[in-house]
């Protein structure tokens, strides 16, 4: 019930494109869903965030959508570039409280020119 | 990074040897957490912190152990028990339910 589900492993698009990256979620208590950003050799960043009561979120080029029914968040990169090739992870945990998110595996972009 | 600063940034180790790693935060953040990144393995928690003088175990604890004296600093020491300790290590504090990311450290064992 803890475990948040993420795909695809790896990713390949054209600049341009509008990568997809899923995940799934299993404990109902979870009700903040992050997105978080890593470059090679850094520190992944919070990128964006979404909370239940919507189900979409804008912030410049990247768009989270939430299915509450469904138990499932996804990532859009609208119009993709090379500098968006990075690590991105999806997370969830309850908002209230201190427990800790609990993290997908990871997706790993690469934006080809 | 942010307010928190992890080192060293690399760190080489022999076999049977304890190694430190360094987390220091500027923050005011009360709650720390580490994690252990692998190819392929996303984020896991090794231990984490929400107040001084007390921690709890995360998911792979087994051959970490971690102290928090002080609000500003939380060391992960890497025993010798670890037995794949080469790994990069993040270091994080969690502030309005964001959490920020130290540079890392990067545990190589020769």
């Known amino acids: 019930q803890q475990q948040v589900k993420q795909s695809p492993q790896s990713l390949i698009v054209q600049k341009g494109g509008i990568p997809i990256i899923n995940c799934a979620y299993e404990n109902t208590a979870f009700d903040y869903f992050p997105w978080y950003q890593q470059f090679p050799g850094k520190g992944p960043a919070l990128l964006i965030a979404?909370?239940?009561?919507?189900s979409e979120k804008k912030e410049g080029r990247f768009t989270i959508s939430f299915n509450k029914s469904a138990k499932q968040f996804s990532l859009h990169i609208m119009d993709s570039q090379p500098g968006d090739s990075a690590t991105y992870f999806c997370?969830?945990?309850?908002?209230?409280?201190?427990?800790?998110?609990?993290f997908g595996k990871g997706t790993r972009l690469s934006v080809i020119a | 990074d942010g307010g928190i600063t992890q080192s060293p940034k690399y760190l080489f180790r022999k076999e049977g040897q304890n190694v430190t790693l360094s987390c220091e935060q500027n923050l005011n953040h009360d709650a720390m957490y580490w994690y252990r990144q692998d190819p392929g393995q996303g984020l896991r928690l090794i231990y984490y912190?929400?107040?001084?003088?007390?921690?709890q175990k995360g998911d792979i604890a087994e051959g970490y152990s971690v102290s928090r004296e002080k609000k500003e600093s939380f060391p992960l020491t890497v025993t010798s028990a670890q037995k794949n300790p080469t790994a990069f290590y993040l270091c994080a504090t969690a502030g309005a339910n964001v959490l920020t990311f130290g540079a890392g450290s990067r545990l190589t064992v020769l």
């Open positions: 979404i909370r239940p009561d919507v």
């Open positions: 997370a969830a945990n309850p908002f209230s409280g201190n427990t800790p998110l609990v």
């Open positions: 912190s929400q107040i001084v003088n007390d921690f």
